[in-house]
């Protein structure tokens, strides 16, 4: 039989450092606990600072000197404590406005960009209103020819040589002869 060391002390690790990973979250409204030399001292960061700076004043009128140094130095972690959870509140909330400042001027830019495509649409499938009619701009225009351009309407064909037809029958050729015009 082997032995196998307890996984209960690993388990106590795991949930220990998952724990102290996790501190940065809500920091300014945790309650924390704190072993102070008065003892035990409950609260928000801001009540345990108010508390100590109380205790480090009536030290110093008791004219107890140590203790109200003690007391001070405790308020001062706290305060440390705070100042960060602060600074990093701030920082997350420039961080947000940044991003929606962002995601607002994309959003317009889409929008923008939607119109212009509305716009141009609407351009392009733009038709005479009821009443109106369509009048030409009267200018000259080229007789047919002189400036005229080849496209393949107007192309010639070039068909190659001409081959000649297979035997026809006697009806065909009559048939054909009969369809040419004549001359005269």
């Given at each position: 039989m082997s032995m196998r060391p307890s996984n209960k002390s690993r388990s106590r690790n795991k949930n220990s450092n998952r724990r102290s990973s996790n501190t940065s979250g809500n920091v300014v409204n945790r309650v924390f606990d704190s072993a102070g030399p008065?003892?035990?001292?409950?609260?928000?960061?801001?009540q345990i600072i108010e508390k100590y700076s109380g205790l480090a004043h009536d030290a110093l009128m008791a004219d107890d000197r140590v203790a109200a140094e003690s007391f001070q130095q405790h308020a001062e972690h706290y305060s440390r404590i705070l100042q960060v959870a602060q600074r990093q509140i701030a920082e997350r909330q420039a961080e947000q406005q940044a991003q929606q400042a962002e995601?607002?001027?994309?959003?317009?830019?889409?929008?923008?960009q939607q119109q212009r495509q509305k716009e141009q649409a609407k351009a392009e499938n733009q038709q005479p209103e009821v009443g109106e009619s369509f009048t030409p701009v009267e200018s000259e225009q080229p007789e047919i020819?002189?400036?005229?351009?080849?496209?393949?309407?107007?192309?010639?064909?070039?068909r190659g040589p001409r081959r000649k037809p297979a035997k026809e029958?006697?009806?065909?050729?009559?048939?054909?002869?009969?369809?040419?015009?004549?001359p005269g």
């Amino acid at each position: 039989m082997s032995m196998r060391p307890s996984n209960k002390s690993r388990s106590r690790n795991k949930n220990s450092n998952r724990r102290s990973s996790n501190t940065s979250g809500n920091v300014v409204n945790r309650v924390f606990d704190s072993a102070g030399p008065e003892g035990r001292v409950r609260g928000t960061p801001q009540q345990i600072i108010e508390k100590y700076s109380g205790l480090a004043h009536d030290a110093l009128m008791a004219d107890d000197r140590v203790a109200a140094e003690s007391f001070q130095q405790h308020a001062e972690h706290y305060s440390r404590i705070l100042q960060v959870a602060q600074r990093q509140i701030a920082e997350r909330q420039a961080e947000q406005q940044a991003q929606q400042a962002e995601r607002q001027a994309e959003q317009q830019a889409r929008q923008a960009q939607q119109q212009r495509q509305k716009e141009q649409a609407k351009a392009e499938n733009q038709q005479p209103e009821v009443g109106e009619s369509f009048t030409p701009v009267e200018s000259e225009q080229p007789e047919i020819g002189e400036h005229m351009v080849a496209t393949p309407e107007n192309k010639p064909r070039n068909r190659g040589p001409r081959r000649k037809p297979a035997k026809e029958s006697s009806n065909e050729v009559n048939q054909a002869a009969e369809d040419q015009p004549q001359p005269g």
